[in-house]
């Protein structure tokens, strides 16, 4: 059984318009919905063993905040370039290059790939989950899946079970 966690980077500030895409840096907003993302994943028992994070100042900066905010022990971080606003196949290459040793894998990355690879590797789960993540993938969100398979390179299209599904508005409701 693997599990695999997709989260969005917490909401990025467009304050400075000199600044590239790539090196815009989180709103106040969105460093203050870590913390409670960082509860929900302790509450949940949904600590990653590796994280696959974007190279972007924005995915990178919400991972410190998460990472910060769970404690020890802090799992193996592969900052990786090629995640940052990757397509799902690009985000299904990396995994599958990830040893059967990781059984929990976190994903920190952009839209519109994230969401689009949710919907592709979902294939059940509760249905008011299902229809959340259906209608959107905000900053800030995280989709859990299981797969009932030994390795990262048998994780396929409509497979997945949909364990969670959570936003920081879900969050603080």
Request: overall charge neutral.
């Amino acid at each position: 059984m693997l599990t695999l966690s997709l989260l969005r980077h917490a909401k990025s500030s467009w304050a400075d318009p000199e600044l590239s895409d790539h090196e815009r840096p989180l709103a106040k907003r969105g460093a203050r919905a870590v913390p409670a993302l960082a509860k929900f994943i302790r509450q949940e028992k949904l600590r990653p063993g590796l994280v696959l994070c974007s190279d972007a100042m924005r995915t990178r900066a919400t991972l410190a905040l998460l990472l910060a905010e769970l404690g020890p022990p802090a799992p193996q971080v592969i900052y990786d370039e090629r995640l940052y606003l990757a397509a799902p196949d690009a985000i299904r290459a990396a995994l599958a290059g990830v040893s059967e040793d990781h059984a929990h894998v976190l994903v920190v990355g952009h839209n519109p790939g994230l969401h689009a690879l949710a919907l592709e590797l979902v294939g059940e789960g509760d249905r008011k989950l299902l229809a959340a993540l259906a209608r959107e993938f905000p900053t800030g969100a995280l989709a859990v899946f299981s797969f009932d398979v030994a390795s990262w390179k048998d994780v396929q299209p409509a497979v997945g079970h949909l364990e969670h599904f959570t936003t920081p508005r879900r969050l603080d409701a």
